[in-house]
């Protein structure tokens, strides 16, 4: 649905309400007021308030004017890249150049290798430096392992119900006989 479409649903719908304030609930209050009802007349100013608000004419809307963007000599939406980097990937002949091109170019943050947000992927890693804080790299992941596999205490004796019985016969049971020791 269109903008010109709830425009013009809400102009029907403010004339709809002003014709009824006009037509059916002024014509109470001053039925009313005849019948001399307490606190009518603020009622009556209130409603007539109303109804002129609903008689104003609306503003028109100013057109805007469209952006004007310039542009630039250059179109280039990355930075250069550094001659080391390109010559790892067009200066080797070996196997592996493209994926060892890659990761050097991955190591940089995106705002080094744009020169603005080309894609909304790039508002998650934008400008993170900033929001980083030094941690140990080596002891990064031990905590999660030693909090979520390891047990927190040492294990207790088995229960009570696990052990030999006490003292007894014990006896040996089939299904035609039975014998005790």
Known sequence: MTHAYYADAWRKSNRRQRVWYTEHLMPALLAAKEKRVR??????????????IYNEPAAQAKPVSPRIVE???????????????????????????????????????????????VATNFDYGWQQKQGRVARDVNRGRCAILRDTFYRKNNLGPDPIHYSQP?????????????HFN
Do not use: H, W
């Not at 009518?40 to 109303?50: K, P, S």
């Not at 007894?168 to 035609?176: K, N, Q």
């Open 39 to 52: 606190d009518i007349d603020t009622l009556i100013a209130m409603t007539q308030e109303l109804i002129d």
């Open 71 to 117: 542009q630039s000599e250059d179109l280039n939406l990355m930075k250069p890249i550094e001659p080391e980097v390109l010559n790892l990937l067009y200066g080797s002949t070996e196997k592996g150049a493209a994926e060892r091109y890659l990761k050097a170019r991955y190591k940089k943050a995106p705002e080094d290798k744009f020169y603005f947000r």
């Open 166 to 178: 006490a003292g007894g016969e014990i006896s040996i049971c089939s299904e035609y006989s039975c």
